[in-house]
């Protein structure tokens, strides 16, 4: 779209974090902006993660030792990582072009395109809550990673010298002995941590309800329980959209779909190759003491996220389909998984118990840019663990290319041509 059509009408389809951050920036570069959402805004993946935006995050899921773990887990269903074999061809695909990239190199390859997403993300995040003072509970507390073993810790020392040489990230060994002073929530007898000072957390639910407000203030239009339900193209572009709340038409739709995306691969006519990675959380009553910092424990592949006054573990990553259903002994596990690493790890008063599906692609990067033989229509999509950290800079991404003006930064690692 020109600088001339700058004054044109978007939809965003989809109201996650990544729509409501595309709504932002589209509508800051003066276009008027309808977001349509199949159900609620902000309720499905964007609800209740534990709300990191974490710069730290630059290796991708695609690590050496990935596909030795997601074969363990065809035998075990409790598997903190599982994969359940899926009898259809995408399934497969993704699996086997995944498994390709589980090398050293592909690991080192992805690297940097994360990393520049990444922090391009914190710096717009900090400067949105600068300029609106959203009350989404933002801690500036960094991001912990504690280790139960001491072979634990070792070989995340590896990991960390890899990072800060490859990527210029690196964080502060904090020594067991010191954690419960650093943090009275962790438990003495503990091997050590590693902090990260370069990131940060927010409670998602707060940030994406402030969000959206403060854009209906502006004028963009939410409209709710409205379902996609087609497309119609004619001449390279699209010209309509068909949902259940009627046909709608705009100069440019935007995409950002999270794990639902690939329904819509035969409808914009390319390969849209995300499967849906479902994790969980349990949200409760703060406890006592409640943690100081958010925190990693990765040898039981848990996150901690403290709040004002509540409580939040989540884990897990689930390749079991559209399944939508909360097991009670994955809640447990959540709980489980905590007791070797806090002094209180969980209580009895709980709010909420929550699964999400987390749009995975087989090489780690996000699906951002035009979508191929198409010339109004963008992807935003394919986020993996990452939405709410890399949702502002996707939102500026989107913005750009809609404007035809020169992105912040080269968005080449993103292309959904990469696809074929």
Not at 207 to 225: C, D, H, N, T
Not at 298 to 319: A, D, I
Request: hydrophobic fraction near 40%; glycine fraction near 8%.
């Amino acid at each position: 779209m020109t600088e001339e059509s700058r004054s044109g009408e978007v939809i965003v389809v989809g109201g996650g974090i990544i729509g409501i951050a595309c709504a932002h920036y589209l509508t800051k570069a003066g276009y008027q902006v309808t977001v349509i959402e199949r159900k609620t805004v902000a309720g499905a993946c964007s609800h209740a993660n534990c709300g990191f935006i974490a710069p730290s995050h630059v290796l991708p899921l695609t690590e050496p030792a990935a596909v030795k773990v997601a074969l363990k887990s065809l035998f075990n269903p409790r598997a903190p990582f599982r994969v359940k074999p899926q009898w259809n061809f995408a399934f497969w695909k993704w699996m086997l072009q995944f498994g390709r990239r589980c090398t050293h190199q592909q690991m080192l390859a992805a690297g940097p395109a994360l990393k520049a997403i990444l922090d391009l993300s914190m710096h717009e995040y900090r400067q949105l809550l600068s300029e609106e003072n959203f009350a989404c509970e933002w801690q500036d507390h960094g991001l912990l990673y504690v280790f139960q073993t001491q072979k634990g810790l070792a070989g995340y020392r590896e990991t960390d010298q890899l990072m800060t040489e490859h990527f210029g990230v690196s964080a502060r060994e904090i020594p067991g002995e010191e954690l419960p002073t650093f943090d009275p929530a962790l438990k003495p007898g503990l091997a050590g941590a590693f902090h990260y000072t370069c990131d940060a957390s927010l409670k998602p639910d707060l940030l994406a309800a402030a969000w959206s407000e403060r854009l209906k203030e502006r004028g963009v239009i939410f409209r709710e329980e409205c379902e996609l339900t087609g497309v119609t193209q004619t001449g390279g572009k699209i010209t309509q959209l068909q949902t259940s709340q009627g046909e709608m038409q705009a100069d440019a739709i935007v995409f950002a779909t999270g794990a639902w995306s690939p329904l819509l691969a035969k409808q914009l006519g390319c390969e849209i190759p995300i499967l849906p990675g479902k994790g969980y959380s349990v949200t409760m009553a703060a406890p006592d003491p409640s943690p100081r910092h958010p925190m990693l424990f990765p040898e039981h592949k848990v996150g901690v996220c403290p709040f004002e006054n509540r409580f939040r573990l989540g884990s897990m990553m689930e390749f079991t389909g559209y399944d939508s259903s909360i097991p009670d002994y994955r809640i447990e596990q959540l709980r489980e998984s905590a007791r070797p690493y806090l002094v209180s790890p969980y209580t009895e008063t709980e709010y909420e118990r929550w699964y999400g599906w987390r749009p995975m692609t087989w090489d780690s990067l996000p699906i951002i840019g035009p979508v191929p033989r198409l010339q109004n229509a963008w992807l935003a999509a394919g986020h993996n663990m990452l939405g709410m950290s890399m949702g502002a800079a996707t939102g500026k991404l989107i913005a750009q290319m809609v404007s035809a003006e020169s992105p912040e930064i080269d968005p080449a690692p993103y292309t959904p041509t990469r696809f074929g």
